[in-house]
């Protein structure tokens, strides 16, 4: 059997969460994906092996994703088949420190609003940490979020956004109906 490894650079503030409470995080991930991991809480270096690239894969995101501040029970969703992750990097649009709180505050709205509503509407998980803006959620679903984000990074109207929001949803739900998903 060959083994696979994969080594990852996650904020040092975020090496307590990836290992839990008396390694209890650490232990489910390496259960759930049979993989091992090595972690270098000084420098936040994490070595994933395994022996099932795709595992791999999969395992290595869950761990980007604790990385940029989502729960682990969240990011172990990523096991699953369906579902992906997604990174929008806000430091690429962002000029300056004031503009990174104004696009995060975007993305976040008036008391999570924003945030929510995406969430509900794609029934993704966002987590704005840093410098990014995180997606966890159904593979079909997760670029209409993404799209949602981008949309209100770019400055339009957030009533635009929930808009195409409603639009998406009410496409996905005729083409699981027309499918037979739906019923």
């Known amino acids: 059997m060959t083994e696979y490894n994969y080594e990852i650079k996650i904020p040092k503030e975020r090496i307590a969460v990836l290992i839990g409470k008396q390694g209890e ?5 390496e259960q759930e994906t049979k ?3 090595n972690i270098d809480s ?8 395994g022996e099932d690239a795709l595992t791999l894969y999969s395992t290595r995101d869950i761990i980007t994703a ?28 962002a000029r300056s420190k004031s ?31 840093g410098k990014t803006a995180g ?3 159904p593979a079909d679903k997760s670029p209409i979020a993404r799209r949602a984000i981008e949309m209100l990074l770019g400055g339009s109207m ?3 956004v929930y808009k195409y929001l409603e639009k998406q949803r009410r496409d ?12």
């Not at 995080?25 to 991930?29: N, P, R, V």
């Open 25 to 29: 995080t650490k232990k489910l991930i």
């Open 158 to 160: 957030h009533s635009s």
């Open 42 to 49: 000084q420098e936040g270096d994490v070595t994933v092996s």
């Open 135 to 137: 997606i966890i959620g």
């Open 66 to 93: 604790i990385g940029r501040g989502f729960n682990p029970k969240i990011a172990l969703n990523l096991i699953k088949v369906d579902y992906s992750f997604d990174l929008i990097n806000l430091g690429d649009i």
């Open 172 to 183: 996905l739900r005729m083409q699981d109906l027309s499918s037979g998903k739906g019923l």
């Open 35 to 37: 993989t091992k991991l």
């Open 99 to 129: 503009d990174l709180l104004r696009l995060k505050g975007r993305v976040i709205g008036q008391e999570g609003k924003s945030r929510k509503i995406i969430e509900e509407m794609t029934d993704c998980e966002i987590c704005i940490y």
